[in-house]
């Protein structure tokens, strides 16, 4: 039986809000959707703005994010339809390794260990969040100047400041810092089920390159797609119902 639910998972420095069109767009082809929160991200963005030095928050860890959205899943009455963005797509890559969909979709994913580039923009883009000499309890704030070129590089400015200021809230060191530890493993050797890691050319935080290499690491049951043009909000700019489509056209493929 095919699964008629698609649950999307939000990176890092987002709330589900940023599947707000996804939803829509989805739900208009008969699907089911929900967009899961991690620990504490249930909570409108003005609101976490406010609290961004919550301590909750500083102690979030990816292996909380992981076992969180695991337990909600398997509350389904039918394994869903995975689609995650940045560290929502390796999220995507860890729940799909534990039998909890029929299929993933990975977008501008957050590498797993062993996936690695020396690119300048990478290190540059990541370099706060995986910064050593700042101490994990005190929660990250994206600055506008730092959004621009990690995430929006491509647009204007007018709509790099609407995405910021609707979307973009305060977050955990220790998600990143450990990302780059076992928590984050990914056996590539594993029968898994359906995976599309999807990359855009212009991303400067998450390379295509390193998206693609990410996919070379899979044994089987994987597929690489890369969007020209595309910064690392791909999934919110002009285009966007591209690469939601270009998934729909997948997952029918695919048959699941």
Known sequence: MKSKT??????????????????????????????????????PVETLRKNHSDPQLARLSLRDVVEHLAGGLQKLKQKPILIGHSMGGLIVQLLLQKDLAVAGIAIDSAPPPGVFTTQWSFIKANWPAINPFVPESEPMQMS????????????????????????????????PRQSLTGVAKID?????????????????????????????????????????????????????????????AWLKEKEV
């Open 144 to 175: 506008f100047e730092h959004f621009q070129y990690a995430f929006v590089n491509t647009l204007p400015e007018k709509a790099q400041r609407a995405v910021y200021d609707k979307y973009v809230v305060p977050e955990s060191r220790v998600v």
């Open 6 to 43: 698609i649950a999307f998972v939000h990176g890092m420095f987002m709330t589900p809000l940023c599947w707000e069109q996804w939803l829509n767009h989805y739900r208009g082809q008969g699907y089911d959707c929900l967009a899961l929160a991690w620990p504490g991200r249930d909570k």
């Open 188 to 248: 590539f050797k594993k029968p898994h089920p359906p995976l599309l890691l999807i990359a855009g050319s212009a991303d400067n935080i998450i390379p295509a390159a390193l998206n693609r290499t990410n996919y070379k690491k899979y044994q089987s049951s994987t597929d690489f797609k890369e969007f020209a043009g595309r910064d690392h909000f791909i999934i919110g700019e002009k285009g966007w119902e591209e690469v939601a489509d270009y998934c729909l």
